[in-house]
């Protein structure tokens, strides 16, 4: 068998530069310049990376399992230095024992009881608006899903007590140092001498220093609680029955706060986004909201109604998956679009690519939320759509993000419309999370 094709580069650094600066460009360019083929080979430096722009291929490597597969140090790295080891940052069988105890843990309960928080955030919010109010619609988002994280990992107010305050500011500085580190091939680590990484130092302190009260507080009073710092607290060790240390509860829950905090707020923007780009959506969403709701509050059982709301979404995931690349390396050799990858390789799952690929999506670069109705899905690869991955590493916040999204949604556009100021000249923001650069906009009633 011969080796999948190579991506054309110039110089020593091959494509390293590229894929930096533009990544989104150099999808599209695989996408145009090899269009029959599910896998290419590209250049970084010394090193040639496989990558996966098919829905099989991308299909046979993650759903291969864990053990040909691993999750490469350099993209781990700046993770472990903010949450430790967890089911984020484990690999093998560190990996293996807590998404055991942890996948099956996220069941409904947890998430209907988190629903109902989710709804009073976003009513709060919309409630602080006028009409004629100029914001910034990303820097909104990122602050409702904050503040719902706040709620859900710790079961704190971040917008009320002093130490909810001092906990947002931390979340914050983290964030920056993720993308100050992100941003760059070669950084100063956590522990160095710098006053950035003195600064992400305090800010990790203070999140495990009110996290570990948290969990004591919890321990301390019990109760009846439905939220995921309640659920790390009440998993269990499939095969010893014992749960996790406060430690690995905390590590556990600033994990959900890397994985799900950005990516969440990130959707929920770029769905403003199209919306404020396609009107007769934002209308037909309007009539969903008001045939479903009727002007009241929506709870979890609305949202098997609310199809044009989730559509909505998933659309958004679609065309801007925040998750653009899923990153692995080949323990053994693997086969996957006809070719076979051999062992301690870098694969490189192209999300944001496959979800543009005109084999499985007409009219790729178009909002058309209404491609997910069953009758035009049908006979459309099952993993032509991806964003919250796939296989035994796939999402475990994936109902949680999209019950968060859908209500956060509902009830905002209930309310009010956003005039999104210059909506077609929006850049993408691909540090990190993929997401929006800018979004100022004038709040309509
Ligand atoms: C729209 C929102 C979200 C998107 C697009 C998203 C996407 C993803 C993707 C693509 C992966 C797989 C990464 C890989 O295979 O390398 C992943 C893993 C993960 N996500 Fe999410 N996620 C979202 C929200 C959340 C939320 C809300 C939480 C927690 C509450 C969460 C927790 C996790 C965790 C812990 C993992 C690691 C799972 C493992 O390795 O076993 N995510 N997410």
Same mark, same amino acid.
């Given at each position: 068998?011969?080796?999948?094709?190579?991506?054309?580069?110039?110089?020593?650094?091959?494509?390293?530069?590229?894929?930096?600066?533009?990544?989104?460009?150099?999808?599209?360019?695989?996408?145009?310049?090899?269009?029959?083929?599910?896998?290419?080979?590209?250049?970084?430096?010394?090193?040639?990376?496989?990558?996966?722009?098919?829905?099989?291929?991308?299909?046979?490597?993650?759903?291969?399992?864990?053990?040909?597969?691993?999750?490469?140090?350099?993209?781990?790295?700046?993770?472990?230095?903010?949450?430790?080891?967890?089911?984020?940052?484990?690999?093998?069988?560190?990996?293996?024992?807590?998404?055991?105890?942890?996948?099956?843990?996220?069941?409904?309960?947890?998430?209907?009881?988190?629903?109902?928080?989710?709804?009073?955030?976003?009513?709060?919010?919309?409630?602080?608006?006028?009409?004629?109010?100029?914001?910034?619609?990303?820097?909104?988002?990122?602050?409702?899903?904050?503040?719902?994280?706040?709620?859900?990992?710790?079961?704190?107010?971040?917008?009320?007590?002093?130490?909810?305050?001092?906990?947002?500011?931390?979340?914050?500085?983290?964030?920056?140092?993720?993308?100050?580190?992100?941003? #760059?091939? *070669?950084? /100063?680590?956590?522990?160095?001498?710098?006053?950035?990484? @003195?600064?992400? &130092? =305090?800010?990790? !302190?203070? $999140?495990?220093?009110?996290?570990?009260?948290?969990?004591?507080?919890?321990?301390?009073?019990?109760?009846?609680?439905?939220?995921?710092?309640?659920?790390?607290?009440?998993?269990?060790?499939?095969?010893?029955?014992?749960?996790?240390?406060?430690?690995?509860?905390?590590?556990?829950?600033?994990?959900?706060?890397?994985?799900?905090?950005?990516?969440?707020?990130?959707?929920?923007?770029?769905?403003?986004?199209?919306?404020?780009?396609?009107?007769?959506?934002?209308?037909?969403?309007?009539?969903?909201?008001?045939?479903?709701?009727?002007?009241?509050?929506?709870?979890?059982?609305?949202?098997?109604?609310?199809?044009?709301?989730? #559509?909505? *979404?998933? /659309?958004?995931?679609?065309?801007?998956?925040?998750?653009? @690349?899923?990153? &692995? =390396?080949?323990? !053994?050799? $693997?086969?996957?679009?006809?070719?076979?990858?051999?062992?301690?390789?870098?694969?490189?799952?192209?999300?944001?690519?496959?979800?543009?690929?005109?084999?499985?999506?007409?009219?790729?670069?178009?909002?058309?939320?209404?491609?997910?109705?069953?009758?035009?899905?049908?006979?459309?690869?099952?993993?032509?759509?991806?964003?919250?991955?796939?296989?035994?590493?796939?999402?475990?916040?994936?109902?949680?993000?999209?019950?968060?999204?859908?209500?956060?949604?509902?009830?905002?556009?209930?309310?009010?419309?956003?005039?999104?100021?210059?909506?077609?000249?929006?850049?993408?923001?691909?540090?990190?999370?993929?997401?929006?650069? #800018?979004?100022?906009?004038?709040?309509?009633?």
């Amino acid at each position: 068998m011969s080796g999948p094709p190579v991506l054309k580069s110039r110089g020593l650094l091959g494509h390293t530069r590229a894929f930096a600066e533009d990544p989104l460009g150099m999808f599209s360019r695989l996408l145009d310049t090899f269009p029959s083929e599910e896998v290419v080979r590209i250049r970084f430096g010394p090193f040639m990376d496989y990558a996966v722009t098919g829905a099989d291929a991308a299909r046979q490597l993650m759903l291969g399992g864990h053990d040909h597969l691993v999750r490469p140090w350099f993209f781990n790295r700046v993770f472990k230095e903010m949450s430790g080891l967890n089911l984020f940052t484990a690999n093998g069988e560190e990996w293996s024992w807590r998404r055991k105890m942890i996948g099956p843990a996220f069941h409904s309960a947890e998430i209907a009881g988190m629903a109902d928080a989710m709804v009073s955030i976003a009513e709060r919010v919309a409630g602080s608006w006028d009409a004629g109010d100029r914001i910034d619609l990303r820097e909104e988002m990122t602050s409702l899903t904050l503040e719902v994280a706040g709620r859900a990992l710790f079961g704190i107010d971040v917008t009320a007590e002093d130490r909810g305050r001092r906990l947002a500011q931390a979340f914050e500085g983290m964030i920056q140092w993720t993308n100050h580190r992100v941003e #760059r091939f *070669i950084s /100063e680590p956590v522990w160095a001498p710098t006053a950035r990484a @003195v600064r992400a &130092r =305090r800010a990790i !302190g203070v $999140v495990d220093e009110i996290a570990a009260e948290a969990v004591a507080e919890r321990r301390e009073r019990g109760g009846e609680h439905h939220d995921l710092l309640q659920l790390l607290l009440d998993s269990r060790d499939a095969e010893t029955g014992e749960p996790l240390s406060d430690y690995q509860v905390v590590s556990e829950a600033k994990a959900f706060f890397f994985a799900g905090h950005e990516t969440t707020s990130s959707v929920l923007s770029w769905a403003w986004l199209e919306l404020a780009l396609h009107p007769d959506v934002g209308n037909a969403l309007r009539e969903e909201l008001t045939q479903v709701l009727g002007g009241r509050s929506p709870k979890l059982s609305d949202l098997e109604d609310l199809d044009l709301t989730r #559509r909505i *979404i998933e /659309e958004s995931l679609r065309l801007h998956p925040p998750a653009m @690349v899923l990153t &692995r =390396r080949t323990h !053994g050799a $693997v086969e996957a679009g006809g070719y076979r990858i051999p062992g301690n390789r870098g694969i490189l799952v192209l999300i944001y690519a496959i979800h543009r690929n005109p084999k499985y999506w007409d009219a790729p670069d178009t909002f058309d939320p209404e491609r997910f109705t069953p009758t035009r899905s049908e006979g459309r690869p099952a993993h032509a759509f991806l964003p919250f991955g796939e296989g035994p590493r796939m999402c475990v916040g994936s109902r949680f993000a999209m019950t968060e999204a859908c209500l956060m949604l509902a009830t905002l556009a209930q309310r009010w419309r956003f005039e999104v100021e210059e909506p077609a000249g929006v850049r993408p923001d691909t540090r990190f999370v993929l997401k929006p650069a #800018r979004l100022s906009a004038t709040v309509v009633g």
